[in-house]
Every structure is written in structure tokens, then in C-alpha cells.
């Protein structure tokens, strides 16, 4: 009896020591944390990863805080805003916008701004997800060659903008000086299949629109308002061709959007899509069959929608004269099966006949008085030509002159533009309505009159006649000339 009862309190003991040490195992790693944020514990030491729009760094997921080291470092740059147009950017890591920085609540953040040696100013950060003095701008204020340092815990989820505060801050935010930095919840946001980075802005530079050459920053056009280029991710074509962002059908898109401003708001919009799903501001009240979303100056929305067919999905700010004149489009494309429940393909063609068919005039510009840069080889007016394609054609013809099935017909190995030059010639200037046959098919729309000088027309036509197995011929500014007065 003794010895059997001694056995059964053993074997309990044994038991009980199991259940207790495996419990309070899981108890270490999935004790709930503190409702209080900044009572969150930090586990260990990790250095962010960093990463260029339009990539984002993986998701939390299931990491407890921890202390999160950043490393940012400040760059004056030369890129591109658009095709032969140059500027000096200022840039948080290299790229506009900045690099995305990803956290959790409860992160104690210890960020490291450099300004590196060849930077001709001085620099500081505030970051919107900062409690704190200045956002941090404060206690990070670095000269060239420099390095700061300063700390602060993560208290609240959501997207938030980072940017410099550095006087003049408008100046300073106009060349680019912003980017996000998103805090997850504990836990981390619901996965989705595909996650992008993308973040409005808007230029101002001396020259207009497509100005050619090396363009320095305006600050009365700032002052006033008046931007010349309106862009996604930095420049005009950013997220555009090659290097729109891409999607399967049937996957769920997340997209982190901010908008550096300095001055202009921003209306998202997807051309073909509904977000599902909108994280108002980049905070946690959550819309749902939203068709454009506001998302303020110095804000951000986190947008999110199932694609269900195949395509190209055109992003724009829907004050559409920025998208479609000022560089604020951007593409994603969806690859996959078609699904003619939801949606099938050309039922009716001539919808843009709306305004009697005729050809159009484009409303006039100073494109004809402005002093321009001649091509003095034919080597030079294809690669202005292309920069005059890039700017004029493409949103129709697109970039590898394919054209778009049903509305704008090929540049690209056409017989109708190959067969004669004169023809092709006077429709870039006069404009072109009604049927015509390209490769076998038919196209019954309308061109608009292009308003481009002699030289801009014979360089355009040069460069496409010299792309994509065209006949190879010359356009010299004075066919163009004798064209013009034909008519
Ligand atoms: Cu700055």
C-alpha cells in the first residue's frame, strides 16, 4: 500500500513537473505583452533592414521587440526626373523616397544618421512615429561628414512619414528628403501575397515640364505651388514598362503610400481596381470599396485589394492633369487567367469619340517659342527623338511602340507607318480621325494634333523609324517644314 501510493505521488510529481516546465516555457515566449507600449520589454539587439522603394523589408510577423538599430545615411545626388532631365536630389539612403524603415510596437529604436562627407549641407530627421521633441529632428541635427545619434521607443502602429526638418524645410523636403517608417502590431499586420513601397511628390524646377538638361530647384514655383513634375517614387516613369510593380492574378496587394508633398495633396486612385481595403491615414480605422483615397501632405494610407484579372493597372493621383501631364502614374501589372464573369474585354469600340471625332487640337503651349537644342547628327536626333517619344507618345503608342489592342494602333513594324512618310508625317502634325488599317487591323479613333517644333517632329519620327524593325529613315526638319505649309 506504502509503496504503491509512494509510486502513484512520484508518477504525479513527475507529471505535474512536466506539465509545469512545459507551461512555463510557452509562458516565456507567448505571454501576452503589457497594454502599455512603453512597457513592452525589448529581447535582443537587430539591425533594420533597409530597403529602396518600390521593395519593402519582410514582415514582423511573430518577433518580440527588440532594440532596433537603424542605419540611414544623408545623399546629394544627380538622378534623373525624366528622360534628359537632370536634378540634384536629397536623399535618405540614396533613393526618393528614403528607405523604409519597418518596426513593431514596443521597438526602442537607436537611429544613426550620417551625412556623408560629400554633401555640401547639413541635415536632420523627423519621423512622424516619433514621440518627441521635433519627431527626433531636435536631437539629429549632422553636418557633412558626421554622424548622430539619438533613441526613442515605438509607441503607436501605423504608417507614418519621415522627412527633414532642416531650414528651409520646404527646400529641403522639395529635393526629396522623406520616406516611411511603418510600425506593426504585436504579432504583425495580415500577411498578403505581394507588398510595395510607393511615395508622391512634388518638384519644382526653373525649366517647364521636360525641360532639357541639369534643372535646379525653383523656390518661388514652390512658394506658389505651382510643381512641374508631380511623381511617384521620384521621377516620371519610376513604377512604369519595366519597372511597373507586378502582381498574379488572384493575390492580395498591399500597398504602402505616402506623400511627401512639400505642398500638394494627394487623391490615390488605381485605374480598374477598388481597394478592399484602406487603413485611413495609415492608422487603424479600416474602409472598405474605396475607389480613391486623400492622403494629406505629409501623410500616408495603407491600401489594400485583391486582383482578379489579368492587366495593366494604372496608379495615378486623380487630379488628373498631374497624372497625365506632370508625371503621376505608375503601373502595376497583373499576370494570369482571364475571368470573363468579372470582367471581358472590348464589347464597343470609338468611346472616345465623344467630342465629334474630329481631330483635336492640343491647347497651345510655348513649346514652338522656346529656345531649343538642334540635333546635329542623326545619332542625335534618335536619341532626342526618343526623349520627345518618351514625353509625347508613349502614354498612347507605349514604350516598345506596340501600341495598346483596340485603341491606339503599333508604331512598331507598321506597315501603314512604313508605307509612307509624308502620311505619317502630316498626322503628327495635323492630327488623324476615322478608319485606318494597321498590320490587318482596324483602328477607328482619334490622334491629336501634336504641338512640337519642325525639329521635334523629324526627331521623333527619326527615332521611331529607327526602333522596333522599322524601315530605318530619316526625317529631316525640312520635310517637316514643307509639310506644315502643305496644309
Ligand atoms: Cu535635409
Keep these: 500500500m506504502e509503496t504503491k501510493n509512494n509510486i502513484k505521488s512520484l508518477i504525479l510529481t513527475l507529471m505535474l513537473g512536466v506539465i509545469v516546465t512545459g507551461c512555463s516555457r510557452s509562458v516565456a515566449d507567448d505571454r ?42 544623408v545623399l546629394e545626388k544627380e538622378m534623373e526626373m525624366t528622360d534628359g532631365v537632370k536634378y540634384i536630389y536629397w536623399t535618405f539612403g540614396g533613393s526618393v523616397p528614403g528607405s523604409f524603415i519597418r518596426t513593431r510596437v514596443g521597438d526602442e529604436v537607436e537611429f544613426h544618421l550620417k551625412n556623408h562627407p560629400d554633401n ?18 531636435t536631437s539629429s541635427f549632422v553636418a557633412p561628414g558626421h554622424e548622430t545619434q539619438f533613441s526613442f521607443k515605438v509607441l503607436n502602429e501605423g504608417l507614418y512619414v519621415y522627412h527633414c526638418a532642416t531650414a528651409p524645410v520646404g527646400m529641403h523636403i522639395a529635393n526629396g528628403m522623406y520616406g516611411l517608417i511603418l510600425v506593426e502590431p504585436a504579432g504583425g499586420l495580415p500577411p498578403v501575397d505581394k507588398e510595395y513601397y510607393i511615395m508622391q511628390g512634388d518638384f519644382y524646377t526653373k525649366g517647364e515640364y521636360g525641360k532639357r538638361g541639369l534643372q535646379p530647384f525653383d523656390m518661388n514655383k514652390a512658394i506658389d505651388e505651382k510643381a512641374d513634375y508631380v511623381v511617384f517614387n521620384g521621377s516620371v516613369g519610376a513604377l512604369t514598362g519595366d519597372k511597373a510593380i507586378t502582381a498574379n492574378v488572384g493575390e492580395t496587394v498591399r500597398l504602402f503610400v505616402g506623400n511627401g508633398g512639400p505642398n500638394l495633396v494627394s487623391s490615390f486612385h488605381v485605374i480598374g481596381e477598388i481597394f478592399d481595403k484602406v487603413h485611413i491615414e495609415g492608422g487603424d480605422l479600416i474602409n472598405e470599396n474605396v475607389q480613391t483615397t486623400l492622403i494629406p501632405a505629409g501623410g500616408a494610407a495603407i491600401v489594400e485589394f485583391k486582383v482578379d484579372v489579368p492587366g495593366t493597372f494604372i496608379l495615378v493621383d486623380h487630379s488628373i492633369f498631374r497624372a497625365f501631364n506632370k508625371g503621376a502614374l505608375a503601373m502595376l501589372n497583373v499576370k494570369g487567367e482571364e475571368n470573363k ?41 534618335i536619341e532626342f527623338g526618343k526623349q520627345v517619344y518618351s514625353r509625347t507618345c508613349l ?39 476615322g478608319k485606318l488599317v494597321v498590320n490587318g487591323k482596324e483602328y477607328n479613333s482619334v490622334m491629336t494634333k501634336q504641338v512640337l517644333s519642325d525639329d521635334e517632329v523629324a526627331n521623333v519620327l527619326t527615332y521611331v523609324y529607327n526602333s522596333w524593325g522599322n524601315s530605318g529613315k530619316v526625317v529631316s526638319p525640312e520635310m517637316v517644314r514643307s509639310a506644315r505649309h502643305v496644309n
Design 32 to 73: 501576452p505583452e503589457p497594454a502599455d507600449p512603453s512597457q513592452i520589454e525589448v529581447v535582443g539587439e537587430l539591425e533594420a533592414d533597409l530597403t529602396s522603394p518600390p521593395m519593402v523589408p519582410p514582415p514582423v510577423v511573430k518577433r518580440p521587440a527588440k532594440k532596433l538599430i537603424v542605419n540611414m545615411e
Design 120 to 137: 555640401k549641407l547639413p541635415h536632420n530627421i523627423d519621423l512622424h512615429a516619433v514621440t518627441g521633441p521635433g519627431g527626433g529632428a
Design 341 to 381: 464573369v468579372i470582367y471581358s474585354g472590348t464589347e464597343q469600340t470609338g468611346i472616345y469619340e465623344h467630342e465629334g471625332g474630329g481631330a483635336q487640337e492640343m491647347p497651345t503651349s510655348e513649346a514652338s517659342e522656346k529656345p531649343e537644342e538642334l540635333a546635329s547628327s542623326v545619332k542625335e536626333q
Design 395 to 433: 502614354a498612347c503608342h507605349q514604350a516598345n511602340g506596340e501600341g495598346i489592342a483596340e485603341a491606339f494602333p503599333p508604331l512598331a513594324k507598321s506597315d501603314y507607318l512604313n508605307a509612307d512618310v509624308n502620311r505619317a508625317i502630316d498626322i503628327v502634325l495635323h492630327g488623324k480621325s
